[in-house]
Every structure is written in structure tokens, then in C-alpha cells.
């Protein structure tokens, strides 16, 4: 693990608790509303518009992308809490150099240090952009 004082560990720990609190209460909520409002709203209209249905279903996409997102950080965040647990958290995955403390006070999920994400970046950056 990389070479953190007590208090860093413990201030990274509560970030990501509290990270976790709050997205699993977003999520909670998103479940509960999932958009159904909108699609209500727009639908009860009589006679229902095919213009309406369309905006509901671009709402309800919407809201299930922001929960797909949300679900995917609460994974992150329980990744970074395992490392914790195993004594690999704050190390680079590609170079194995330690990650900087102001980082993953920004990021606390992060797996790369900054020159390996730079890296991944600039290789990368084309990946998951679609064309027609």
C-alpha cells in the first residue's frame, strides 16, 4: 500500500463513505421517482401525442443512464474499499508508483496515477465514441 499517514487513510475512508451514502441514496431515490412523473405528466394527456411519448422515453432513458452511472461508481467506490481492506489501495495499477494523496482526495477511486492516466487517455481516446 502506498505510504499514507493514519489521517490520510482515515480522511480517504470517510470521502469514501460519504460517497457512498450519497449515491446509494441518489439511486435509492432515482428507483423511486425512475422517471415515472414525466412519463405520467406527458402521457395523461388526451389524445396522447406521439411527440410526448417520445420526450418520456428520452426521460426514462435518462434516468436509467444516471442510475447505470451511479450503480458503476458504487462499484468503484466498493473496489477502493476492498484495495483498503488488502493493502493495494494508492497504487498505480499499470506503473505500481504510489498514487498522490491530493489525487485521490479528488478522486478517490482512482486506480492510475496522473502520468498513467494521461497515458490511457491519449491511447484510448477515441474508444467508445459512435458514428453512424
Do not use: W
Not at 493514519?6 to 422517471?35: C, F, H, M, S, W
Not at 415515472?36 to 406527458?42: A, G, K, S, T
Not at 442510475?67 to 467506490?77: A, K, P, Y
Amino acid at each position: 500500500m502506498a505510504d499514507f499517514t493514519p489521517q490520510q487513510l482515515t480522511r480517504i475512508e470517510q470521502v469514501l463513505n460519504e460517497r457512498y451514502r450519497k449515491l446509494i441514496e441518489e439511486v435509492r431515490d432515482e428507483l423511486e421517482n425512475a422517471g415515472e412523473q414525466q412519463y405520467v405528466e406527458l402521457l395523461g394527456r388526451v389524445p396522447p401525442d406521439i411527440g410526448d411519448e417520445s420526450v418520456a422515453d428520452v426521460l426514462a432513458d435518462f434516468n436509467a443512464a444516471l442510475v447505470d452511472r451511479q450503480i458503476h461508481e458504487i462499484r468503484d467506490i466498493e473496489a477502493a474499499r476492498k484495495r483498503l481492506k488488502e493493502g493495494a489501495f494508492g497504487l498505480c495499477i499499470d506503473c505500481g508508483e504510489e498514487i498522490a494523496f491530493e489525487r485521490l482526495m479528488a478522486y478517490p477511486t482512482a486506480k492510475r496515477c496522473v502520468r498513467c492516466q494521461q497515458q490511457r487517455e491519449r491511447t484510448f481516446a477515441g474508444e467508445g465514441r459512435h458514428t453512424l
